[in-house]
């Protein structure tokens, strides 16, 4: 089996040693260089062709995200970030990195190392199969003409690796009248609600984190917390969030298929459910559910896909009733609800 060639970039000499340390106890990774500035980095990348990158945000004579933004058009490579609980990691991805993982400050050596093996490991081996470019950076124009009352209306849409631009492409597109929207994107806690405050300056309507007892109302879009499961509810007649429970299912807390399985269960067909990019399977089980129980479902298709893959397992098992391009979801959403 061919290994993924890694290059470490990092100003700490200690902190880039103990990732190459742990990095290489995986039999499928081999770090083949290191820098300590993106000037070293550019060197190694034409040097060495990493398959992958990590790469610190906070660096000497240029940052982190700075470097993306010149290196990408040029020299697209999978990049993961570590980082801090800060929120230029959404600059970060948004310039073109594939991924992050929260540097953990309150950690020992030995559980900072098993953290490496784990969550960085995992997240290198995603991010060599990512196609990069598959976002382009569209102007878009206003979804036009209205929509039928939202009365009992709900769109549920879940994403991975790649979601948290994904989603930003559909959600800068809402308007004021699009019905209530709950979103599962993975996502450590912390950094959800800075998604959410980010998402919320830059879009029309509302964007917030979500707690207990938030109502689904027209014009908002609630953000599950990173550490909380998040369901739908029916109270009367109106839809609010219970965001209960660590434990994780398909693999993830906050997973999409609690979320989908939840809108399943309370909306039926007045729900659409939305599946994005992202590795491996999560919310396509919960998807089939949604289109089982009556609701319209909407799949993100491979050649706009960071990673193909929850899209593809929902799209193999029949959950998905609609494939498109990330930039034509609003509308085709839009659509649905005027049918």
């Given at each position: ?14 902190f ?6 742990n990095?290489?106890?995986d ?31 906070e ?11 010149k290196l990408m058009p040029q ?18 991805l ?25 969550e960085?490991?995992t ?8 196609k ?12 036009g ?17 790649g ?7 559909v959600?800068?597109q ?13 996502m ?5 609600k800075?998604y ?37 509810v ?20 906050p997973s ?11 909306a ?11 590795m ?60």
């Open positions: 089996m061919r290994k993924i060639k890694v290059l470490v970039v990092d100003d700490s000499i200690l880039r040693n103990l990732l190459v340390q990095l290489e106890q039999p499928g990774i081999e770090v083949v260089a290191q820098a300590g500035d993106p000037y070293e980095a550019r060197d190694a990348i034409l040097k060495y062709k990493p398959d992958v990158m990590t790469l610190d945000v660096m000497p004579r240029m940052s982190g995200i700075e470097f993306l933004r020299y697209p490579i999978p990049t993961v970030v570590i980082s801090a609980l800060d929120a230029s990691v959404f600059d970060a948004e310039a073109g990195a594939v991924d992050f993982v929260n540097k953990p400050s309150n950690m020992d050596r030995v559980q900072l190392g098993q953290f490496l093996r784990q960085l490991v997240k290198i081996k995603i991010a060599s199969t990512a990069l470019g598959q976002l382009k950076k569209v102007d878009v124009n206003p979804v003409g209205g929509i039928a009352k939202p009365d009992g209306r709900l769109i549920a849409i879940g994403a991975s690796t979601g948290t631009e994904a989603i930003f492409e959600v800068k809402f308007r004021r009248d699009i019905p209530g929207v709950v979103i599962v994107q993975h450590p806690p912390g950094f959800t800075m959410a405050e980010r998402l919320n300056n830059q879009c029309t309507v509302s964007v917030k984190e979500a707690e207990t007892g938030d109502r689904v109302l027209q014009g908002q879009v609630l953000i599950a917390p990173g550490d909380r499961q998040m369901r739908v029916k109270v009367g007649n109106m839809y609010q969030v219970e965001c209960r429970g660590t434990e994780k299912v398909s693999g993830h807390c999409v298929d609690v979320l989908f399985e939840s809108v399943a269960k309370v039926g067909n007045k729900a659409i459910g939305v599946i994005l990019t992202g491996g399977a999560d919310g396509s089980k919960g998807l089939l559910q949604m289109r089982k129980a009556g609701a319209q479902t909407i799949g993100q298709n491979e050649a706009t896909c960071v990673v193909y893959g929850m899209p593809k397992v929902a799209y193999d098992i029949g959950a998905v009733q609609y494939q498109t391009g990330i930039t034509a979801v609003t509308g085709k959403i839009y659509s649905l609800l005027k049918a």
